[in-house]
C-alpha cells in the first residue's frame, strides 16, 4: 500500500523544538520531491518546505526559514523537519506529501498528519 | 507570492445538482516549460487532504469522473456535475509553479 505516516508531533513550549518524521513505504520513495503542508486549527492549508529527490534543491516558507530544516534520508524512505524556536502559531497539523513530476508536482500523496501544538 | 482567491468560500448545494468552484491566481501559472502547475484538492472533514485535479484538467486516479477541471492562465474552475453526499468537504486549489507553493482559502461544500 503507496503510504506516508508522520509522526514527532506534539505538546511544546514556546521557543521550543521538534523533530517530526515521515515515513514512506509502497513507492520509489527515492525518486519523488516531498513537501510539508500544515494546517493551523479551522485554518487553510499552507506549505511550509519542500525537498528535491536527491536533497539538491531545499525552500522553505518565509514564515519558517532560518527555525526549520527539511531533510531527508531515502536508505530509510523518511523525510523529517526539525522545528526549532517554535511560536504559537506555529501550532496546526503537519502533513507531508510526496509530489510527482509528471503529475506537475501535484501533491499526490498526503500522510494522515501529525498535530504540533506550541503553548506555555 | 502567487496570491490564490477562491469563489465561493460556501457553496450550498442540492443532491444531484452541479457545482462549479472558480480559482484565480494574482500572476499567470504558465511555467517556462509550457506546463500550468494548477491542481484541485478536497478535504473531507476529519481527513487528510486528496488530490482531485492535477495540471488544470486531469483527473488523478480513482476519481469520479462527475470532477472535471479547466482554465488558463489565471483562471481555473473545478465542476461536479452531479453533487454526491460523499462530495462534502473543502475543496482547495493550489499552484506548483512558482515557490513558495500557495493555496486558494478553500470552498466549503455543503449540502441543501
Known amino acids: 500500500e503507496v503510504q506516508l505516516v508522520e509522526s514527532g508531533g506534539g505538546l511544546v513550549k514556546p521557543g521550543g523544538s521538534l523533530r517530526l518524521s515521515c515515513a514512506a513505504s509502497?513507492?520509489?520513495?527515492?525518486?519523488?520531491?516531498l513537501s510539508w503542508v500544515r494546517q493551523a486549527p479551522g485554518k487553510g492549508l499552507e506549505w511550509v518546505s519542500y525537498?528535491?529527490?536527491?536533497?539538491?534543491?531545499?525552500y522553505y516558507a518565509d514564515s519558517v526559514k532560518g527555525r526549520f530544516t527539511i531533510s531527508r534520508d531515502n536508505a530509510q524512505k523518511s523525510v523529517y523537519l526539525q522545528m526549532n524556536s517554535l511560536r504559537a502559531e506555529d501550532t496546526a497539523v503537519y502533513y507531508c506529501?510526496?509530489?510527482?513530476?509528471?503529475?506537475?508536482?501535484?501533491?499526490?500523496?498526503w500522510g494522515q498528519g501529525t498535530m504540533v501544538t506550541v503553548s506555555s | 507570492d502567487i496570491v490564490m482567491t477562491q469563489t465561493p468560500l460556501s457553496s450550498p448545494v442540492t443532491l444531484g445538482q452541479p457545482a462549479s468552484i472558480s480559482c484565480r491566481s494574482s500572476?499567470?501559472?504558465?511555467?517556462?516549460?509550457?506546463?500550468?502547475?494548477l491542481s484541485w484538492l478536497q478535504q473531507r472533514p476529519g481527513q487528510p487532504p486528496r488530490l482531485l485535479i492535477y495540471k488544470i484538467s486531469n483527473r488523478f486516479s480513482g476519481v469520479p469522473d462527475r470532477f472535471s477541471g479547466s482554465g488558463a492562465g489565471t483562471d481555473f474552475t473545478l465542476k461536479i456535475s452531479r453533487v454526491e453526499a460523499e462530495d462534502v468537504g473543502i475543496y482547495y486549489c493550489m499552484q506548483a509553479t512558482q515557490i513558495p507553493y500557495t493555496f486558494g482559502q478553500g470552498t466549503k461544500l455543503e449540502i441543501k
Open positions: 500572476q499567470s501559472l504558465e511555467h517556462s516549460d509550457g506546463n500550468t502547475y
Open positions: 525537498i528535491s529527490s536527491g536533497s539538491s534543491y531545499i
Open positions: 506529501a510526496s509530489e510527482d513530476l509528471e503529475k506537475g508536482n501535484a501533491f499526490d500523496i
Open positions: 509502497g513507492f520509489t520513495f527515492s525518486s519523488y520531491s
